[in-house]
Every structure is written in C-alpha cells, then in structure tokens.
T-cell receptor
Framework: AQKITQTQPGMFVQEKEAVTLDCTYD???????LFWYKQPSSGEMIFLIY??????QNATEGRYSLNFQKARKSANLVISASQLGDSAMYFCAMREFSSGSARQLTFGSGTQLTVLP | NAGVTQTPKFQVLKTGQSMTLQCAQD?????MYWYRQDPGMGLRLIYYSASEGTTDKGEVPNGYNVSRLNKREFSLRLESAAPSQTSVYFC???????????FGEGSRLTVL
C-alpha cells in the first residue's frame, strides 16, 4: 500500500490566490513526521515545512501552512497569496520514528503546481 | 555553504558500463541517503546509511552498491548499468533519525 498519496498530478492557481495541495498518508506508527518539499524546474529539492504527529498546532512557515488532520491522516499544504515563483513540483513525505525502518523519508508522487499571471 | 555535493551532475553510459556517483556533506550529519527520481513516481530510496560504518537497502536497491567511506562521504555504484537505471539521482543527509533531509543538486544519468 502507498504510504504517501498525492492525488493531484497537476494544479493551477491564479496569482495572489491561495491553493491547497492534498496529501494523505498511511502509517501504524504513533510517532511520525510529515514534510513538504518544493522542486522547481531547476531540479533542487527545497524543504518547506514540517509537522510532527504530536504537534497540537498546525505548522506555519511564512506563506506556507500545513493543514494537519490526524484522524483523517491528511497533511495538506496551503500556499497563501500565490506567486509566479511558486510554480514547481511539490512533494509530501513522511518519516516514521517508532518503527525499525531507520527513519528514512518516504515520498509521494508529487503535484505539479502552475501559478497563472 | 556547500551542504551536500554530488558529482557528476550529468553522465551518459552505455549498457553494461560501470560508474560511481560521489556524494559529500559538510554538515556533520550522521545519516546519508541515495534516492532516484523517475517521472510520476516521486523519489524512491535506493540505499541509506544511518551512521558511519552502516548501510542498508531501501525500496529499490537492485543493481546498485554503496559505500560509506567516512562520515562525510557516501558513494553509489552501478556495476553494470541498464537502461532502467536512467534516472535523476539525489544524495541527501540528515541528523540521525530526525529532521528534514538536505539534498544535493541531483545527478542526471542516462544509460543507452
């Protein structure tokens, strides 16, 4: 079974609008972390935001926020006030802390976001 | 400010040739990883090293070998390249078991 599912292969948003990128995950661990990365067309992987499973507040980093719904096992990324430079591939990832898997990150298949002027 | 450095950035091989991708990090991280990225499949873990002196298989290890030369360096070797190994390869490092991964810029490998 897929551990990380991103159901939106591509998304479009108008500049200055907000956009939500979906991510659902599957784990039996109680302790885990959820990450979002951005990959622009230049190819590098840029860390955006992190949410721990025990964090009570949703994580925020500038224009990025993570809508964490633990019971639904979802960790959606919200980008507010989209900018042209936000056009990129976005990956959701999970690290399980309590299993014996040595804690590597498992990635979803990504969502290609295009911001329209 | 080097972070994670991978070499080479581009490589073209013929089927059956061998090569080694080099990776070095200067952040004193314990854990290092090799991922491959293919269209529509995200990043998949090939091998990782939780700490110096240890290596373990990830999701897609077949056709690859790794060496954790020291705390800084983690190399990935293709002994007999196959067209299915055409991909973009990323090296990454992290504090052991916690925190985000820091990635290199990627190495684009084409096997003809």
């Amino acid at each position: 079974a897929q551990k990380i599912t991103q159901t939106q292969p591509g998304m479009f948003v108008q500049e200055k609008e907000a956009v939500t990128l979906d991510c659902t995950y599957d784990t039996s661990d109680q302790s885990y972390g959820l990450f979002w990365y951005k990959q622009p067309s230049s190819g590098e992987m840029i860390f955006l935001i992190y949410q721990g499973s025990y964090d009570e507040q949703n994580a925020t980093e500038g224009r990025y926020s993570l809508n964490f719904q633990k019971a639904r096992k979802s960790a959606n990324l919200v980008i507010s006030a989209s900018q042209l430079g936000d056009s990129a591939m976005y990956f959701c990832a999970m690290r399980e802390f309590s299993s014996g898997s040595a804690r590597q990150l498992t990635f979803g298949s990504g969502t290609q976001l295009t911001v329209l002027p | 400010n080097a972070g994670v450095t991978q070499t080479p950035k581009f490589q073209v091989l013929k089927t059956g040739q061998s090569m080694t991708l080099q990776c070095a990090q200067d952040m004193n991280h314990n854990s290092m990883y090799w991922y491959r990225q293919d269209p529509g499949m995200g990043l998949r873990l090939i091998y990782y090293s939780a700490s110096e002196g240890t290596t373990d298989k990830g999701e897609v290890p077949n056709g690859y070998n790794v060496s954790r030369l020291n705390k800084r360096e983690f190399s990935l070797r293709l002994e007999s390249a196959a067209p299915s190994q055409t991909s973009v390869y990323f090296c990454a490092s992290s504090e052991q078991g916690t925190g985000e991964l820091f990635f290199g810029e990627g190495s684009r490998l084409t096997v003809l």
